[in-house]
């Protein structure tokens, strides 16, 4: 074997050895709930986004905080409000490129609307990125309360609502 049959053959095996590391962990990541490192991270952020909603707007807000597996890929998160329910999901595949990221923007951006819900405020004007929204989202620690992150991040399902 001349020396250059030999490297590409070893780039091969090097190639083939990665590709299987990676496809692994990938299947690894989307069979099993997300790592306990990244939930204890994001249960210390909801916390104190809670904390600041506490003091800023004196109301004890529990509402769930689901991880989806079944989002489109070009959606970080979604608060959705239904039938009285409101609810905040993020994209369990977006975990998997940047945690940091879902915990400390993401997070924070959707609980900015679920508030806005809250409030009774179902703008859809700029997909409910208003300038009220902005202000929410700043005041409970968001990092980056822009308007133009997400449009069409918001669900708001009230037909049926009993009253
Ligand atoms: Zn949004």
């Known amino acids: 074997m001349n020396t250059i049959y030999k490297l590409l053959t070893l780039l091969t095996v090097i190639c083939t050895i990665l590709f299987v590391i990676v496809f692994y962990r990938d299947k690894q990541f989307k069979n099993n709930p997300l790592p306990k490192s990244i939930i204890y991270q994001l ?11 506490q003091e800023k ?3 004890t807000f529990n509402i769930p905080i ?8 070009n959606l970080f998160g979604l608060a959705s409000y239904k039938k009285g329910t409101i609810k905040i999901f993020l994209n369990k595949k977006r975990f998997q490129e940047n945690a940091t990221y879902m915990i400390d923007n993401v997070l924070p951006h959707e609980y900015a609307h679920a508030l806005m819900f809250y409030f009774g405020d179902f703008s859809k004007k700029n997909g409910g ?4 929204w902005e202000q929410i989202c700043k005041n409970i620690g968001g990092l980056k309360c822009n308007r133009f992150v997400n449009h069409n991040d918001i669900l708001i399902e009230k037909l049926g609502r009993l009253h």
């Open 43 to 53: 249960e210390i952020k909801n916390n104190s986004i809670k904390k600041k909603i």
């Open 57 to 59: 707007y004196n109301i």
């Open 66 to 73: 689901i991880i989806e597996p079944h989002l489109p890929n």
């Open 129 to 132: 990125h208003t300038l009220k």
